[in-house]
Nanobody, 116 residues
Framework: QVQLVESGGGLVPPGGSLRLSCAASGMTFSSYDMRWYRQAPGKQRELVATLTSGGISYYADSVKGRATISRDNPKRTVYLQMNTVTPDDTAVYYC??????????WGPGTQVTVSS
């Protein structure tokens, strides 16, 4: 059974930084692309970042220059580092693995709230 569990969310002051983690199990982690999504209240789910199995990263314009996605294959963990956060970054952040066993897999999400 594939399982994705996010952690690292919480209350962050504007201008601060955060690092989210997603621990994966039940899969050959190094063979798949990993993604971070987020969904803010009243907004559509947004693809934040992608890290391919080959180590290539892609970012949404909204976080480009502030975010870094990385992975530790032996630990089966993908990270999202974000700097200079604003209230617009407030959202539930989800870890996602696309097209694994013919379907998408999602973690339960971790809440990030940017507020002073």
């Amino acid at each position: 059974q594939v399982q994705l569990v996010e952690s690292g969310g919480g209350l962050v002051p504007p201008g601060g930084s955060l690092r989210l983690s997603c621990a994966a199990s039940g899969m050959t982690f190094s063979s798949y692309d990993m993604r971070w999504y987020r969904q803010a209240p009243g907004k559509q789910r947004e693809l934040v970042a992608t890290l391919t199995s080959g180590g290539i990263s892609y970012y949404a314009d909204s976080v480009k220059g502030r975010a870094t996605i990385s992975r530790d294959n032996p630990k089966r963990t993908v990270y999202l580092q974000m700097n200079t956060v604003t209230p617009d970054d407030t959202a539930v952040y989800y870890c996602n693995v696309p097209r694994l066993y013919g379907r998408d897999w999602w973690g339960p999400g971790t809440q990030v709230t940017v507020s002073s």
